[in-house]
């Protein structure tokens, strides 16, 4: 697969249509994980789990982006990109569908392994949509084209748990598990369980239509008898001789890392009485902000991303949240909470950005890259289990300092980029 060029027959549909089609792909694999936010406090108030075991809930998701980010990449190669994309949105709805078992066997377990499958169908999804949106265009314009489309995923991250909130969260501060018999506590799981079932079988319904529409659509997606590289699996991983690409995948490893453990942890957060001292349902809709002003970051992102170094808007906002993080950490109240909110904001452009600076100039390996980088993606795996246990043996405001260790190294990726281009006088 080469980088395309629109004027010829590569595509055979046209490419503002193959945009919307990639841009619902955002919203709906971005809107399906940040539901995570909201699920992990109400199963950690369920199942009465620890910090560290409630991290379990993004451990098991991201675990997929280790293990299927590279087989997903080298299945675009084979069968093109919307085979794949049907394949992805069946699986998640697959996955969703799961979590009607859980009515019948109520254990956390069931869960996790319902979201595993669910987020098989999201790597598979994130794996199509990224260097596909960066195949659409010029490449000097890909970190804003892709800035763009992140704002589709934000938009979706954001009306995601604000809903899911209002459904899930409005007992949470109310129920005290260990009050109740073991009868009491059978029925409460049980009922609780059809709560969370019910909003995931309607986002199957929503994804098995939008799978269907796409191939019915198909027409607009690559043709996949014109993909015609097929890499080993093994071969793949030789991209990461190129330090650029590997540095660039270490900083997503910290950056997913980092964003998933503050999501995860912000309902509890905001509910403290030492921060904002929130309901549960605000709490969870105060969590949308989070996830929502990222949104605004990335109009603003791209508008700055036209006009100056890509590398330098990354270390200035890596360098602002790393900032907000320790001020959060370190102080109470609406300037506690309001911190650690105002993070999503500065995380707009940071993933978009590290992928199109790390995948410059690998042309027809770019599914390959992309498989790569969603394999990174697993930090969203490691970094919250570090930070569930340091916030179970120490504290919250302790365990923050994970993420801002991570913020700082990102903050160094995008400087180093600074420094390349005054010794060689370009990116």
């Known amino acids: 697969m080469t980088n395309p060029d629109y004027s010829s027959a590569h595509y055979r549909g046209s490419v503002q249509n193959t945009k919307i089609y990639v841009f619902v792909l955002f919203f709906l694999f971005g809107g399906v994980t940040s539901l995570n936010s909201i699920l992990i406090p109400k199963l950690q108030s369920v199942f009465s789990l620890t910090y560290l075991e409630s991290m379990f809930v993004e451990s098991a998701f991201f675990a997929c982006y280790f293990f299927f980010s590279i087989p997903a990449g080298l299945l ?98 109310t129920i005290n598990i260990s009050s109740l018999s073991s009868a009491e506590v059978m029925a409460y799981q049980t009922s609780q369980a059809y709560a969370i079932s019910n909003i995931y079988l309607v986002l199957a319904v929503i994804l098995l239509l939008v799978s269907i529409l796409c191939w019915i659509e198909k027409s607009h997606f690559p043709a996949p008898e014109k993909i015609k590289q097929k890499t080993p699996f ?7 001789k190129n330090y650029r690409f590997a540095a660039g995948a270490i900083c997503i490893f910290l950056y997913v890392g980092a964003e998933v453990a503050i999501g995860s942890i912000m309902v509890n957060y905001l509910m403290r009485e030492d921060t904002l001292h929130l309901s549960g349902i605000s709490a969870g809709q105060h969590t949308a902000i989070y996830w929502g002003s990222a949104m605004i970051g990335r109009f603003i992102g791209v508008w700055l991303l036209y006009r100056y170094s890509a590398a330098r808007i990354l270390s200035t906002f890596a360098a602002t949240a790393f900032s907000l993080l320790i001020i959060s950490s370190s102080t109470t109240g609406l300037i506690s909470g309001w911190s650690l909110i105002s993070i999503g904001l500065f995380n707009s452009i940071i993933f978009p950005t590290i992928f199109s600076l790390a995948s410059v100039g690998l042309k027809d390996r770019a599914p390959e890259g992309s498989g790569i980088i969603c394999t990174a993606i697993s930090g969203g795996v490691f970094i919250p289990l570090i930070f569930g ?19 700082i190294i990102i903050a160094l990726y995008g400087l180093f980029f600074l420094y390349q281009k005054q010794k060689k006088g370009a990116l």
């Open 76 to 173: 675009v190669q084979r069968y093109g990109y919307i085979k794949t994309t049907c394949i992805g949105l069946l699986t998640m709805s697959v996955g969703c569908l799961l979590f009607m078992t859980t009515t019948q066997v109520t254990i956390f377990e069931i869960f996790l392994f319902a979201l595993c499958i669910l987020a098989i169908g999201v790597v598979i999804i994130q794996v199509v949509s990224n260097p596909l949106i960066s195949l659409l265009g010029a490449p000097d314009s890909a970190p804003s084209r892709l800035t763009f489309a992140q704002m589709f995923n934000s938009l979706g991250t954001t009306i995601f748990p604000y809903i899911g909130s209002i459904f899930l969260l409005g007992d949470i501060s």
């Open 234 to 240: 093994l071969k793949t991983f030789n991209l990461l």
């Open 389 to 407: 246990y340091i916030a179970d043996i120490k504290t919250l405001r302790v365990a923050l300092l994970i993420p801002s260790l991570c913020y």
